[in-house]
């Protein structure tokens, strides 16, 4: 099992906001990175560290963190963010990357 | 614009050792943690391992035992090796670049496209 938490599924309606969360130790030393997953296709990038959305990522997505959870935020969800979202830090020992279980966002 | 590419066998039978490469272009291999992560039809992401290009590695626990990474730097390339394989090791098969691993912040970007892999005999 994972050592980072998600919810397994959260749905937010179309234009409004959803925060995705995840939990685990790890997240008390080290940021989250966290990634997109679309049907059939690969992760992309769409937020990490303390505070950078990669070029090209819209500003509706914004990260934040507090103790051992950080969190991803929608603000404003449109129907192409309908997506898998996974976290990613460390384990325990801080010497091997992890994922998170996963998020399906759903947009109504 | 970096860009990774896996290529490899799609089918491998049970106990065999299941091997594919990733081909990077657009940048330099020099400087940058290059990981093998893997998802489950229908599960999530395992991180499986990486190498840097001063040929460090460092392994999944759970996977250490049977998986080898190396790079030919030479051919702006990367491969995994994962012996004794199992149904249980039927994934698509992603590589990506990890950034700044040994600092607070690290994150995979770019990512591959992702091959399947299907062991069966």
């Known amino acids: 099992s994972s050592e980072l938490t998600q919810d397994p599924a959260v749905s937010v309606a179309l234009g409004q906001t959803v925060r995705i969360t995840c939990q685990g130790d790890?997240?008390?030393?080290?940021?989250a990175s966290w990634y997109q997953q679309k049907s059939g296709q690969a992760p992309v990038l769409v937020f990490y560290?303390?505070?950078t959305r990669p070029s090209g990522i819209p500003d509706r997505f914004s990260g934040s963190s507090s103790g051992d959870t950080a969190s991803l935020t929608i603000t404003g969800a449109q129907a192409e963010d309908e997506a898998d979202y996974y976290c990613n830090s460390r384990d325990r020992s801080g010497k091997h990357p992890v994922f998170g279980t996963g998020t399906k966002v759903s947009v109504l | 614009q970096v860009q990774l590419q896996e290529s490899g066998p799609g089918l491998v039978k049970p106990s065999e050792t299941l091997s594919l490469t990733c081909s990077i272009s657009?940048?330099?291999?020099?400087?940058?943690?290059w990981s093998w992560i893997r998802q489950p039809p229908g599960k999530g992401l395992e991180w499986i391992g990486y190498i840097s290009n001063g040929d460090s590695t460092n392994y999944n626990p759970s996977l250490k035992s049977r998986v080898t990474i190396s790079v030919d730097t030479s051919k702006s390339q990367f491969s995994l090796k994962l012996s004794s394989v199992t149904a249980a090791d039927t994934a698509v098969y992603f590589c990506a670049r990890c950034h700044d691993f040994w600092s607070t912040s690290s994150w995979f970007d770019p990512w591959g496209q992702g091959t399947l892999v299907i062991v069966s005999s």
């Open positions: 560290g303390e505070n």
């Open positions: 657009g940048g330099s291999i020099r400087g940058y943690f």
């Open positions: 790890s997240l008390r030393s080290y940021y």
